[in-house]
């Protein structure tokens, strides 16, 4: 799955550990989605979303 969650965690200046903090994540899970070596949950990718306040298909999608 595609992911934008490095271009918004860059545009808000976080590092991947403060993304991984403010999602109760480890920073190797930010990292694997980032790289696309993981797709998240469907919870994770709605705390995602309301982080960034934007609607999760506007952050995730399909290959």
């Known amino acids: ?25 480890s920073r190797q899970t930010v990292n694997a989605i980032e790289t696309e070596k993981y797709d998240p949950s469907i919870k994770l990718a709605f705390k995602l979303a309301r982080l960034f306040e934007l609607p999760i298909e506007t952050i995730f999608q399909e290959d």
């Open 1 to 25: 799955m595609k992911s934008r969650v490095r271009q918004l965690r860059e545009q808000y200046g976080w590092s991947q550990a403060e993304l991984a903090e403010r999602l109760d994540v």
